[in-house]
């Protein structure tokens, strides 16, 4: 998950009542969420921007704050970069202790469909890996049937490392003043 928090730093929320400050946070931070997703449906993908949009969820913070959470499991790594190593967990395709992350092929029901590998997979006793001349290891399924080929599910590799993306987000001066409009916006309601 990745959060957005929202704080109050006008001078002119100190003569608000505790309710009223908090509908201040909520407009900002509804603000801040809307430009969010609008930033990640502008992003090409044929799915996982349009997913990520859909994960954006305005939620109180501490202390008086709001926060703008982003649930999309990737968004943060692809932000902030860093390395992504196998959990060891067990497979709920093999029942093996995972040992290696799975690159999908580019044309995978996973990478097209989005959908799981356990979804893919019919039988996982057809499952295995081959390697190739470099010493590249490949997940593959066989054919079910004579005479078809078999299917290629991606490359396994020990880890994966990702470089800081900062266009992933809309820059901190654009959440500012999306914040700040949705400040005011609530804010002209309150004057006398």
Known sequence: MLKITIRSGLRSLRSVTPEQKEEVLY???GRVRSLVEDHFRARASRRFWK?????????PGSNGTMNVAIYKRGVRLRYEGGTVKPTGNISELTGKPIKSLLIP?????????GLDLYDVVKDPRRVHTIKNHAG???LVEDAEQEGQKMRYL??????????PDPTVMPTEQAMREAARAGAEHVLKDFEP
Do not use: F, I, N
């Open 105 to 113: 092929g580019p044309r995978t029901p996973m990478r097209t469909q």
């Open 27 to 29: 407009s900002a931070a």
């Open 154 to 163: 991606g490359r396994l590799v020990k880890s994966t490392t990702h470089e």
């Open 136 to 138: 590249r290891v490949y």
């Open 51 to 59: 997913e990520a949009a859909d994960s954006v969820q305005v939620e």
